[in-house]
C-alpha cells in the first residue's frame, strides 16, 4: 500500500469515536452516530488520509460501512497485534485518546492494508452464522443442565426452553438457506466444498462465511489464517516443538469436526494411517488433516473444480 501523509487513529467505542491525526498531533473526538460519522468525513476529506481503526465487532460496522461509501481507505487492526504493537511502543495506559494515538502509530510503522469491501451476501451470511452459533451454545447449556440432578419443577422449564431454542436455530437456518439460494456463488461454491470428504453444509457454510479469502490466497496463507499451520520455535541448535497457534477459531473448530470424517475417507485415510503408524498423538494427526483439507478445499475455489480423490 502507498503510505498517506496522514495517518488517522480511531479508537471506537459505543458512544464516541477518538481521532488522533499522525504526524500533525491533532486530537478530536465524534459521536458514534450518523451525525459524528457525517463529521468525520467531511474532516478527512481536507486531506489524503488512511485511518487505522481497532475491529470493535458490532460498534464498528456503520462507521466502516461509510468509509467503503465514501472510497476512504482504512484498516482494522487486530486488538491483539494493536495491544502487543503498544507494549513495545510504550504505550502503558490503557485510555481511549492514548489508544486513539497508539494506532496512529501503529498504522505510520506498519505497512497495513486497506479493508476490502465485504459482499453483502456473504457478510449477510455470517451475520446469520454467528446468530446460529449463539442459539447452538445456548441449547448446549440447557441440554447439559437437564442431564444434570435437579427438581422436578426444573425439567419443564428447562425442555420449554429447548424447544424455543430449537425453533430459533430452525428459523435461521431457513434464512440461511433462503439467503444462499438467491446467490448464486454462494451456492455453486458450497456445492464445490461439500465435495470433499468430511465437509457437510454447515462446514461449508462456517467457511464461506467466515474465510472470505478460500480460493485467493496460497496454501501456506490460507493455513495461517485458519491457526493451522504449525509454527516453528527454533534457536541456535536448539529445536522446538512446532505448534498451531492464532488463527480464525470458528473456522478451525468447523474444520476440526470435518476432519475427523475425512480420516476415514480416501485419501486422507492413508496419511492419517501413516501418521498414526509413526507413532503421532491422535490431535496431530487429525490437526494435521484438517491442514491438508483445508488446502484442498482452497484448491477447489480457486480452480472452480469438485474434489478428486
Known amino acids: 500500500m502507498t503510505i498517506a ?11 464516541w469515536l477518538d481521532c488522533f491525526f499522525h504526524p500533525a498531533g491533532r486530537r478530536c473526538r465524534f459521536a458514534n452516530d450518523a451525525q459524528g460519522h457525517d463529521g468525520l468525513v467531511a474532516l478527512l476529506a481536507t486531506q489524503e488520509s488512511f485511518c487505522v481503526l481497532e475491529a470493535t465487532g458490532p460498534y464498528d460496522r456503520s462507521l466502516c460501512l461509510r468509509l467503503h461509501d465514501e472510497s476512504q481507505p482504512f484498516h482494522r487492526a487486530n486488538p491483539r497485534k494493536a495491544r502487543q504493537f503498544a ?12 489508544d486513539a494515538c497508539m494506532l496512529a502509530r501503529y498504522g505510520a510503522a506498519m505497512s497495513l492494508p486497506a479493508e476490502a469491501r465485504p459482499q453483502p ?13 449463539q442459539l447452538v451454545e445456548m441449547r448446549k447449556g440447557e441440554r447439559t443442565r437437564l442431564a444434570q440432578p435437579h427438581a422436578d419443577w426444573l425439567e419443564e422449564s428447562l425442555r420449554q426452553m429447548i424447544d424455543a431454542l430449537d425453533r430459533q436455530i430452525e428459523a435461521v437456518e431457513a434464512r440461511i438457506d433462503a439467503l444462499m439460494a438467491s ?6 461454491q458450497k456445492a464445490l466444498l461439500c465435495s470433499a470428504p468430511g465437509v457437510g453444509p454447515v462446514t461449508a457454510k462456517v467457511l464461506l462465511a467466515h474465510m472470505p479469502e478460500l480460493g485467493h490466497r496460497d496454501r501456506r ?3 495461517a489464517l485458519a491457526g493451522l499451520a504449525p509454527l516453528s520455535c527454533d534457536s541456535g541448535a536448539m529445536h ?3 505448534c498451531i497457534w492464532g488463527g480464525r477459531k470458528r473456522v478451525r473448530d468447523a474444520l476440526y469436526m470435518a476432519a475427523l470424517a ?5 485419501p486422507f485415510k492413508a496419511v492419517s494411517q501413516a501418521m498414526r503408524d509413526r ?5 496431530l494427526v487429525i490437526i494435521a488433516i484438517a491442514r491438508r483439507l483445508l488446502v484442498a478445499l482452497n484448491a477447489l475455489l480457486r480452480d472452480n473444480r469438485t474434489f478428486q480423490p
Request: proline fraction near 3%; aromatic fraction near 2%.
Open 5 to 15: 501523509p496522514c495517518i488517522v487513529g480511531i479508537d471506537v467505542s459505543k458512544q
Open 87 to 98: 507494549k513495545a511502543a510504550g504505550f502503558l495506559a490503557k485510555t481511549d485518546r492514548v
Open 121 to 133: 451476501a456473504r457478510q449477510a451470511l455470517r451475520d446469520l452464522m454467528a446468530r446460529r452459533d
Open 183 to 188: 446467490s448464486r456463488r454462494l451456492l455453486a
Open 221 to 223: 496463507a490460507i493455513g
Open 240 to 242: 522446538g516443538r512446532r
Open 262 to 266: 475425512a480420516c476415514r475417507c480416501a
Open 279 to 283: 507413532g503421532k498423538p491422535a490431535k
